[in-house]
């Protein structure tokens, strides 16, 4: 079976085109190629596959075999993939991803390969109950809980999957991986939380680390920088459009009129491979 793994921001993908291969059990497969140590290795495995309500599908999987609704930083990845595939063949087009039906613009260069990649994302669901949050509140901004021993003030939003936006001072008095980990699962989240922690430059700038749902510590999330910035926007820390630096890149998000988020940014091509285990996946080979 081919695969391609793809980046954005440093975020990493296995693609797999399911027009070409029919497998049964996804989660399982996820699992096994997002496996560092044993194979590919990547935070999430993304599917093509046919749509009645859009261009194309994008399965998600979360490098733990769960599904995901959406992801940022690997829908630019698949938009490439599928466009220098020859799957779809106009620069706009809609992908169909269980966070809602997105429209793609691609940016080419003179050879026609893939520069930039942007998404309408929709707009934010703020909705406590829609996100979810267990929360006596019909909105979640700048509320305090107390987790490992101290006060945070989070604040949470659906941007096709759960995000929580903590703004930090100092990052050097935050450990990531530890809250990050502790928030993920805390109780009032019933379908757990992405957790993003912001520092804000200027009204047009941020850095943002993130700690993903299903797949741990990423060197960037692009529904989490959308999540950034919409929350930065509504509490007056951030204008309408900001220039995000993740661990592992950069990306711009911008919210119009209607407070429509869109996402724009870069993806890279890092390697075509062949599984020829698909019991095991062991063993692969890969072509740069």
Request: hydrophobic share 35%.
């Amino acid at each position: 079976m081919e695969f391609t793994k793809m980046e954005a921001t440093g975020n990493d993908f296995v693609i797999i085109n399911d027009f070409e291969y029919k497998i049964e059990d996804y989660n399982n497969l996820a699992i096994k190629v997002c496996d560092r140590h044993f194979s590919v290795g990547a935070d999430g495995m993304l599917v093509c596959v046919e749509s009645d309500k859009a261009d194309i599908q994008m399965l998600y999987y979360n490098s733990d075999g769960s599904r995901g609704e959406m992801c940022g930083n690997g829908i630019r990845c698949f938009s490439k993939y599928v466009y220098e595939e020859g799957i779809v063949n106009e620069k706009m087009f809609t992908v169909e991803t269980l966070g809602g039906v997105k429209t793609i613009w691609l940016y080419t260069d003179e050879e026609d390969n893939v520069e930039l990649v942007k998404v309408n994302m929709g707009r934010p669901v703020f909705n406590s109950k829609d996100i979810p949050v267990h929360i006596d509140r019909e909105k979640v901004l700048e509320e305090t809980i107390e987790i490992d021993g101290r006060q945070i003030v989070f604040s949470s939003v659906l941007v096709g999957v759960p995000h929580t936006v903590i703004f930090v001072d100092n990052m050097e008095d935050i450990n990531i991986n530890q809250l990050g980990r502790s928030l993920e699962e805390y109780s009032i989240f019933p379908n757990k939380t992405n957790v993003n922690f912001i520092e804000v430059i200027d009204k047009n700038r941020i850095n943002i680390y993130t700690w993903e749902r299903g797949a741990g510590r990423t060197l960037g999330c692009g529904t989490g920088s959308c999540a950034g910035v919409v929350i930065g926007n509504i509490t007056n820390r951030l204008d309408e459009i900001v220039d995000v630096k993740t661990e592992g890149g950069k990306l711009q998000v911008e919210l119009d009129e209607n407070y429509r988020i869109y996402m724009k940014g870069g993806a890279n091509r890092i390697c075509d491979g062949f599984f020829y285990n698909l019991t095991g996946l062991e063993v692969f080979r890969c072509r740069m």
